[in-house]
């Protein structure tokens, strides 16, 4: 995930909560305690953290967790100090805030697009996939966006006439748009190499089921992927996702 930089988090601390005789806004010991489950729906322990004061604990926990865990403490900043609150909480700070937080929750290298062609299913999916990404991490979002990716291919061929069985998989999907899809038997001037680059896609479509079956809460797998693998499952489904709904538009 995307997570702050140290010049990110002075800036939260400093510039839009405010720091005034060495202390963090109006936070209390009791308050700041609290203010993880009231305002950021997190269960953190806070004795697992260092520092001695309000502010060095909160530098502590915001520098110390993960990136969809500092997007949530982000939000419940701007729930506890909205825009207006002091002088410096402008509108564009504000905003800046939110921008912030959700480059953490989502911090992945290919963004989330909203498929021209589509289904009540994938729309599900998609939105599930998004909210499991913000609040949960990419781990828990692997199942949902193979699915979402399985409903697109089903919708594409269904909205172009091609028949599909309706137990078709993702890979035996997209092999059947290459070869009976009109826009995807043009493909330009390097037909040859993109061709190829096609086929790797199809292999990496191919390994998103067993990432799916073994590795992603679809089942109840005792080894999941790690951050970084499901970035990658999710990062590599994506740019399937954007190449064919442009070349299907």
């Given at each position: ?10 800036w ?8 005034e005789?060495?202390?963090l ?30 502010r060095e ?12 865990q500092q997007?949530?403490?982000?939000r419940?900043?701007a ?5 207006g ?19 953490c929750?989502?911090g992945l ?16 999916a998609?939105?599930?996939a ?9 781990t828990?979002?692997v ?16 909205g172009h ?12 999907l ?28 199809s ?6 089921n067993p ?13 999941l ?10 990062n ?6 954007q190449?064919l709904?442009s070349?299907?538009?």
């Open positions: 995930m995307s997570e702050l930089r140290s010049s990110e988090i002075h939260v601390v400093h510039q839009y909560i405010g720091v005789g060495g202390y806004g109006d936070f209390s010991y009791r308050t700041h305690r609290e203010f993880y489950s009231a305002f950021c729906d997190l269960d953190l322990d806070l004795d697992a953290f260092g520092g001695n004061t309000t604990r909160f530098l502590a926990v915001l520098s110390g967790v993960e990136g969809h997007a949530a403490i982000l419940g900043i729930k506890k100090y909205p825009q609150g002091e002088h410096f909480r402008t509108s564009p700070a504000y905003q800046k805030l939110l921008e912030l937080a959700k480059r929750a989502d290298s290919v963004q989330d697009s909203s498929p021209a062609i589509t289904s009540d299913v994938l729309k599900r998609l939105a599930d998004n909210m499991l990404i913000q609040s949960s991490g990419p828990h979002a199942d949902r966006v193979h699915t979402a990716l399985h409903a697109y291919l089903k919708a594409v061929c269904a006439g091609i028949e599909s069985s309706p137990s078709a998989t993702i890979t035996s997209f092999k059947q748009l290459r070869a009976e899809h009109p826009r995807l038997c043009d493909l330009g001037s390097q037909a040859e190499t993109m061709g190829r680059i096609l086929s790797s896609l292999n990496v479509i191919d390994c998103l990432v799916r079956n073994n590795a992603s809460l679809a089942h109840a797998n005792e080894e992927l790690g951050k970084d693998e499901a970035m990658l499952a999710i590599a489904a994506r740019t399937v996702f190449y709904d070349k299907f538009r």
